[in-house]
């Protein structure tokens, strides 16, 4: 692993599924985001962990939860996915007052 | 409420030519600013930084500028190529470490054309 790394890259979901969004690094960054990307809105932040076993809510909480139970893993689960969370999902990481680096993405559909 | 605002949010060019990309920000207390590059279907790549004290930044054909002052910076791509079609992010971080002290622009989607 180089970086960081989302899974999956696309899923279908189904209304009313649970779904893990996994995102995973290496870089022992202390700080790591989950945003979401939609057009004409930008990138707006859902939650983030400044640490391990910490995590605080963004702009858009509502509908996910996070876990930071180590350094390397962020995971986002949307506990019911319902239609509005389609979306393209970032997940970052970040060292310090450093750049924040992005994954590639996760393309979720809810139908 | 910390916000920063893009400007345009879509451009097309051709080929060859330069265009500025613009970027006012309302965060405080500022720490950096930093434009990003999305390819279509990539997440965000960061190209320049731009601290309090720093005017201007180069990095190859992109070069940044900042007004602390005015609260105003610019995007500048010199002799444009295809490869260059992307969004451009302009992302101001806020002093600290929190997780909620970076803010997003809306982005400026570029198009270079043949």
């Known amino acids: 692993i180089a970086g960081i790394t989302q899974a999956p890259t696309s899923q279908i979901l189904a209304a009313g599924r649970r779904m893990t969004l996994r995102c995973t690094q290496d870089?022992?960054?202390?700080?790591m985001y989950w945003y979401r990307q939609d057009l004409g809105l930008g990138l707006r932040l859902i939650h983030y962990?400044?640490?391990?076993?910490?995590?605080g809510k963004g702009e858009v909480p509502d509908g996910y939860s996070v876990s930071r139970a180590n350094t390397d893993d962020f995971p986002l689960t949307l506990a019911s996915a319902v239609p509005s969370q389609t979306s393209v999902y970032f997940c970052?990481?970040?060292?310090?007052?450093?750049?924040?680096?992005f994954g590639q993405g996760t393309r979720l559909t809810v139908v | 409420k910390n916000q920063v605002e893009q400007s345009p949010q879509s451009l097309i060019i051709l080929e060859g030519k330069n265009c500025t990309l613009q970027?006012?920000?309302?965060?405080?207390?500022?720490?950096?600013l930093r434009w990003y590059k999305q390819d279509t279907g990539r997440g965000p790549v960061s190209l320049t930084i731009?601290?309090?004290?720093?005017n201007t930044k180069s990095n190859g054909r992109y070069t940044a500028t900042l007004d602390a002052d005015t609260k105003q910076s610019s995007l500048h791509i010199t002799a444009s190529q295809l490869s260059d079609s992307a969004s451009y992010i302009c992302v101001v971080s806020a002093m600290g470490n929190a997780g909620n002290m970076l803010t997003f622009g809306g982005g400026t989607r570029l198009m270079v054309k043949p």
């Open positions: 870089m022992r960054h202390n700080a």
């Open positions: 970027c006012n920000y309302t965060v405080s207390p500022f720490s950096n």
């Open positions: 731009m601290t309090f004290s720093e």
């Open positions: 970052a990481s970040r060292g310090g007052n450093t750049e924040a680096f």
């Open positions: 962990s400044n640490t391990a076993g910490t995590t």
